[in-house]
């Protein structure tokens, strides 16, 4: 049987998005890489291991949901 998701999401900026605790989040594993390895700044660019990275932290804080997905 095959499973069918409905997805309603919106595209935000980054640089100027204020997350929100209610807010859900579903991050590509590569922001995670981003997010936890502390020596990412250097092998990235600046909006990988800056921007990505504290967008992150900020909905963390606010506590926003942050998903990731698993494929098998």
């Given amino acids: 049987m095959t ?3 409905i997805i309603r999401a919106t595209v935000v900026d980054i640089r100027s998005d204020k ?3 209610t ?3 579903l991050v ?3 922001v995670w890489y981003w997010y936890v390895y502390n020596r990412a700044f250097l092998f990235g660019r600046p909006y990988q291991t800056n ?3 504290e967008y992150v932290r900020k909905a963390a804080v606010v506590g926003a949901t942050l998903l990731f997905a ?3």
């Fill in 3 to 5: 499973v069918s998701y």
């Fill in 19 to 21: 997350p929100q605790r």
């Fill in 23 to 25: 807010d859900r989040f």
């Fill in 28 to 30: 590509d594993s590569n």
């Fill in 51 to 53: 921007l990505y990275p």
């Fill in 70 to 72: 698993v494929y098998h």
